[in-house]
């Protein structure tokens, strides 16, 4: 008799990685200075593809647009976040000089020496 035959179309293991992926690269352009993927700034991304012969500009592409709106929307953020910075530091300071004069005040309502004591701590010329 013939050996039973079995067959295999389901047994396949699929394994996969789950570590960092390394931009090839990345390490090369961070260390000059330069966006860590080739397709995040500079002229191959921000520059058009094409022009007219004539050497009217192109029309913006969408992804031109978005980058720039992108852009815009974070410089706005950044500039309120510096200025919430700003006032936060200038309610600090105000606490502070607060504080001091509280601080001031309290010490002024302290007893003052007399007599004897008094004629003491005057500085002797």
Known sequence: MA?????????????????????AGEKWRKEHGLARSGSEYGPLTDLPDWSFADGRPAPPMRGHVRRKEERESLARRIVMLNSEVDQGMEVWQENQEEAKRMEEHQ???????????????????
């Open 3 to 23: 050996a039973p035959i079995r067959t295999l179309c389901c047994s396949a293991v699929r394994r996969f990685s789950t570590s960092c992926r390394a931009a």
């Open 107 to 125: 010490k002024s309502l302290l007893l003052k020496p007399k007599g004897k004591l008094l004629l003491k701590k005057k500085p002797r010329r």
